[in-house]
């Protein structure tokens, strides 16, 4: 890997002479991924052992975090000439930040935290397993900003999760599930009215997951694909709820209320 490409734009990179982007689960996917593992266990490791006001500053220093980032990113789109109306914050990881935003200032809401235990942790999670970035190469601006963007929807959600603040319930699957598909048919709206190809609905646009998805339903996009989509997200949904399920039966197994809330702490320890 080398910063040679550090600031290179995706119209620099697809004019190259030869590839320069890496591969799902390469190399320097993998790096990547340690990286991302260490942050998030960290971050999670230091919420556990804050008080009120500590977990506090962590959640909204991530939620600012996250809406710099997003304004990081389109202004040097804007620089660069790439048009940033292309890659407006309506995908599904973008919609965290604003999830996390209000989150981190309302924080004993209950309907969010079903989101972020749903929607936006599992998203995340395949994000970095499947993530858009190996468009870009491995050391890159956008890729670095990509990574630690998803890293940190994880870390915030794992954390929250970790120190007891989140309970999922089978319900928020479903309530969640029901606005994630709401939100996709609007935005494929939203796609074909104006040419754009957000939440990857009119196109798989090279993901390997996705791509097997457009496949199983045909190739050929629409409401076929749609229908897939949501039966694979309420899969992963579900994969979400039995791990939770998991967690939360060691944790009413363990001696004491305190040993209970940092069970997942521990196994990150």
Same mark, same amino acid.
């Given at each position: 890997?080398? !910063?040679?490409?550090?600031?290179? $734009?995706?119209?620099?990179?697809?004019? =190259?002479?030869?590839?320069?982007?890496?591969?799902?689960?390469? &190399?320097?996917?993998?790096?990547?991924?340690?990286?991302?593992?260490?942050?998030?266990?960290?971050?999670?490791?230091?919420?556990?052992? *804050?008080? *009120?006001?500590?977990? /506090?500053?962590?959640?909204?220093?991530?939620?600012?975090? =996250?809406? !710099?980032?997003? !304004?990081?990113?389109? $202004?040097?789109?804007?620089?660069? *000439?790439?048009? @940033?109306?292309?890659?407006?914050?309506?995908?599904?990881?973008?919609?965290?930040?604003?999830?996390?935003?209000?989150? $981190? =200032?309302?924080?004993?809401?209950?309907?969010?935290?079903?989101?972020?235990?749903?929607?936006?942790? @599992? &998203?995340?999670?395949?994000?970095?397993?499947?993530?858009?970035?190996?468009?870009?190469?491995?050391?890159?601006?956008?890729?670095?900003?990509?990574?630690?963007?998803?890293?940190?929807? /994880?870390?915030?959600?794992?954390?929250?999760?970790?120190? *007891?603040? %989140?309970?999922?319930?089978?319900?928020?699957?479903?309530? $969640?599930?029901?606005?994630?598909?709401?939100?996709?048919?609007?935005?494929?709206?939203?796609?074909? /009215?104006?040419?754009?190809?957000?939440? !990857?609905? %009119?196109?798989?646009?090279?993901?390997? =997951?996705?791509?097997?998805?457009?496949?199983?339903?045909?190739?050929?996009?629409?409401?076929?694909?749609?229908?897939?989509?949501?039966?694979?997200?309420?899969?992963?949904?579900? %994969?979400?709820?039995?791990?939770?399920?998991?967690?939360?039966?060691?944790?009413?197994?363990?001696?004491?209320?305190?040993?209970?809330?940092?069970?997942?702490?521990?196994?990150?320890?």
């Amino acid at each position: 890997m080398t !910063f040679e490409y550090l600031w290179y $734009s995706q119209y620099q990179v697809r004019s =190259m002479p030869y590839d320069i982007t890496f591969g799902t689960f390469s &190399a320097a996917h993998l790096v990547w991924l340690a990286i991302c593992a260490a942050v998030i266990v960290l971050f999670v490791r230091l919420y556990i052992k *804050g008080d *009120g006001r500590r977990r /506090a500053d962590m959640r909204r220093v991530t939620a600012l975090f =996250m809406i !710099f980032s997003e !304004f990081f990113k389109m $202004s040097l789109m804007a620089i660069q *000439g790439i048009h @940033p109306e292309e890659y407006l914050p309506i995908e599904i990881c973008s919609l965290a930040e604003y999830f996390i935003l209000i989150d $981190s =200032m309302w924080p004993d809401n209950k309907a969010l935290k079903q989101m972020l235990s749903f929607t936006f942790l @599992p &998203a995340a999670v395949m994000a970095l397993l499947f993530p858009a970035a190996v468009q870009f190469p491995a050391v890159n601006i956008y890729t670095i900003r990509f990574f630690l963007f998803h890293a940190g929807i /994880a870390a915030y959600v794992i954390a929250r999760y970790a120190a *007891g603040e %989140i309970k999922p319930r089978y319900y928020g699957l479903w309530i $969640s599930l029901a606005v994630t598909l709401a939100v996709a048919i609007a935005v494929r709206r939203f796609d074909i /009215a104006f040419g754009f190809n957000f939440m !990857f609905l %009119i196109d798989p646009f090279g993901n390997p =997951m996705l791509s097997l998805l457009w496949n199983a339903a045909g190739g050929k996009g629409g409401a076929p694909y749609i229908a897939v989509l949501t039966a694979f997200t309420g899969f992963v949904m579900h %994969i979400a709820y039995l791990v939770y399920r998991v967690i939360g039966r060691k944790r009413q197994t363990a001696p004491d209320a305190g040993a209970a809330a940092q069970e997942l702490g521990n196994i990150l320890n």
